[in-house]
């Protein structure tokens, strides 16, 4: 059974940097074809996808928001980090990791709520 | 960027009913890749449906998915009290993966 969970500030002020931890279990980030995704989706909107790292460590971002993250893993750890810079108000969302093998995400995590507020 | 567009907004049905819910891309979709979800308040999405027509592990028979190139289908056939929930689109065939708006089912 795959699981994921995310972990992370609930609270960032703007202009800091976020840092959110995807720690998973069974599967391995070490098999070919498989990979991991961040996706955010702020209150009441649709889901947009930010980032993926695949096994062989090849890296996607969102082109819109390219410039500000960073995904790195540690598979010994069974873990897939993401780092957001300068975060703003419209950055409030729930972040969410998931498993994905072809690009489509299943499953996913619980999900994590960000705000980001002064 | 390929931009989906889904559409009603909101259908409001009763249970029993078939609700026929449509996702629209800005431009071809390669190999049909395309996948749907379900997400419930509080809940994460939870995929139903990839390369446009194959139910996921555990997902009922009613939901059924079609199309191609740019116009893509989800089809729930009777519909049961916890399909009441909103549907998201995704295509996976071009960088960025992007999502659609989604389509809230409702009770009628």
């Known amino acids: 059974q795959i699981t994921l969970k995310e972990s992370g500030p609930t609270l960032v002020k703007p202009t800091q940097t976020l840092t959110l931890t995807c720690t998973f279990s069974?599967?391995?980030?070490?098999?070919?074809?498989?990979?991991v995704g961040w996706i955010r989706q702020p209150p009441g909107k649709a889901p947009e996808w930010l980032a993926l790292?695949?096994?062989?460590?090849?890296?996607r971002y969102s082109p819109s928001l390219r410039s500000r993250l960073t995904i790195t893993k540690d598979t010994s750890k069974n873990q897939v980090v993401l780092t957001m810079t300068n975060m703003d108000p419209v950055d409030t969302a729930t972040y969410y990791c998931?498993?994905?093998?072809?690009?489509?995400?299943?499953?996913w995590g619980q999900g994590t709520l960000v705000t980001v507020s002064s | 960027e390929i931009v989906l567009t889904q559409s009603p907004g909101t259908l409001s049905l009763s249970p029993g009913e078939r609700a026929t819910l449509s996702c629209r891309a800005s431009?071809?979709?390669?190999?049909?890749?395309l996948a749907w979800y379900q997400q419930k308040p509080g809940q994460a999405p939870r995929l139903l449906i990839s390369?446009?027509?194959n139910r996921a592990t555990g997902i009922p028979d009613r939901f059924s998915g079609s199309g191609s190139g740019t116009d893509f289908t989800l089809t729930i056939s009777r519909l049961e009290p916890e399909d009441f929930a909103v549907y998201y689109c995704?295509?996976?065939?071009?960088?960025?993966?992007?999502f659609g708006g989604g389509t809230k089912v409702e009770i009628k």
């Open positions: 998931g498993h994905s093998k072809r690009n489509w995400f299943d499953p």
């Open positions: 069974g599967f391995s980030l070490s098999t070919s074809g498989v990979g």
């Open positions: 790292i695949y096994w062989n460590d090849d890296k």
């Open positions: 431009q071809s979709v390669s190999s049909s890749y």
């Open positions: 390369d446009a027509s």
């Open positions: 995704q295509q996976y065939g071009s960088s960025p993966l992007t």
